[in-house]
């Protein structure tokens, strides 16, 4: 079974600080996706990365960063944290369709409830 | 902007019955189809997939695919209390490597 894990479940940070999200998976996958889920809003696509030391902008990259130094690993980051990013914040991991020839779904982690007070 | 459309819900079945949950899609393009269940609280979990028109079937579950009319859909038989989630409808953004785009989803509520 694919294995995604984020860090922390739960999280509490106040406004202002550098947040470091991690996640890893074990299947050695190539693709790495950051999400934040709000109510009402749905998944909406931070980051992603389709290899180390790559990585591009998805819908709503603004206030974001990201840190792919090895395959298994995919790094947020909240450079100055601000209540607006309040969420759960989701990763996730697929194959690269070129290693399997056919496009592939992608594996969640179990999510990371961050609150910015 | 390519888009997913779900009926938001909630949609009420009683135990028992056939659940059909319904996902609309704008990108002619798209290739793969996904859905996914997301107990509240929980992170989303990939239940089927389906690439060809048609109907696939695994357990309870029926995914089906009509390509011409932009259409897929879910058919949950034999609905059980434990079915209760959240479904999310997702596609492959075409000419992406795999990045998704997921409807907002429907709430499935199976009464006893």
């Known amino acids: 079974d694919v294995k995604v894990t984020q860090s922390s479940r739960y999280l509490v940070k106040r406004t202002g600080e550098k947040v470091f999200l991690e996640c890893v998976q074990d299947?050695?996958?190539?693709?790495m996706f950051w999400y934040r889920q709000d109510p009402g809003l749905g998944l909406r696509l931070i980051y992603f990365s389709y290899d180390v030391k790559m990585k591009e902008k998805g819908d709503i990259p603004e206030g974001y960063s990201v840190s792919r130094e090895k395959k298994e690993r995919f790094s947020l980051i909240l450079e100055s944290a601000s209540t607006n990013q309040t969420s759960m914040y989701l990763c996730?991991?697929?194959?690269?369709?070129?290693?399997?020839?056919?496009?592939?779904?992608?594996?969640f982690g179990d999510g990371t409830r961050l609150s910015i007070l | 902007q390519k888009e997913v459309e779900q009926n938001s819900g909630p949609l009420s079945v009683p135990e028992g019955a056939i659940a059909s949950l319904n996902c609309t899609y704008s990108d002619r393009g798209s290739q793969s189809f996904f859905w996914y269940r997301q107990y509240s609280g929980k992170s989303p979990e990939l239940i089927m997939f389906?690439?060809?028109?048609g109907d696939k079937e695994d357990g309870r579950f029926t995914a089906q695919l009509n390509k011409a009319s932009q259409y897929v859909s879910l058919l949950i038989r034999d609905s059980q209390p434990s079915d209760s989630a959240t479904y999310l409808c997702?596609?492959?953004?075409?000419?992406?490597?795999?990045?998704?785009?997921f409807g907002k989803g429907t709430k499935l509520s199976v009464k006893p």
């Open positions: 389906i690439y060809s028109n």
């Open positions: 996730a991991s697929s194959l690269s369709p070129y290693s399997t020839g056919m496009l592939q779904p992608q594996h």
């Open positions: 997702a596609v492959i953004n075409g000419g992406s490597q795999g990045n998704l785009i």
């Open positions: 299947m050695d996958h190539e693709n």
